[in-house]
């Protein structure tokens, strides 16, 4: 049995692959996206597709900066290590948190 793969593509879709077709697509109502022969596809993470809940490129026309890079990257460079948001070795204070090396530091 192979496994799902789900990929957040930079700045783009969620590319999900299923070789095996073991991924159920439903709507809020429980009604199933038809994915027959479809070993993978992509599902809209900008909500600018005109295709929803699938990719139709259009994130790449709109600019879509996926928040877990924009957000690190803009932050880190206005605040730099050890403040906004991040620990002193940079992690998101999120994972910091958990993070056992940044507990130990000055
Ligand atoms: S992520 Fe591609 S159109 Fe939204």
């Known amino acids: 049995m192979s496994k799902v793969r789900i990929i957040l593509r930079p700045n783009g879709p969620l590319r999900v692959e299923d070789p095996e077709g073991l991924v159920e697509l439903c709507d809020a109502n429980g009604n199933r996206f038809d994915l027959t022969g479809k070993p993978a596809f992509s599902l809209c993470r900008c909500d ?16 879509f900066r996926a928040a877990e890079t924009a957000v690190a990257a803009e932050t880190q460079a206005q605040a730099g290590p050890g403040r906004g948001g991040f620990c002193k070795t940079n992690m998101p204070i999120g994972r ?11």
């Open 48 to 63: 600018g597709s005109t295709n929803m809940p699938f990719c139709d490129g259009t994130h790449s026309k709109i600019g």
């Open 96 to 106: 910091a948190t958990r993070h056992a090396r940044c507990a130990k530091m000055p």
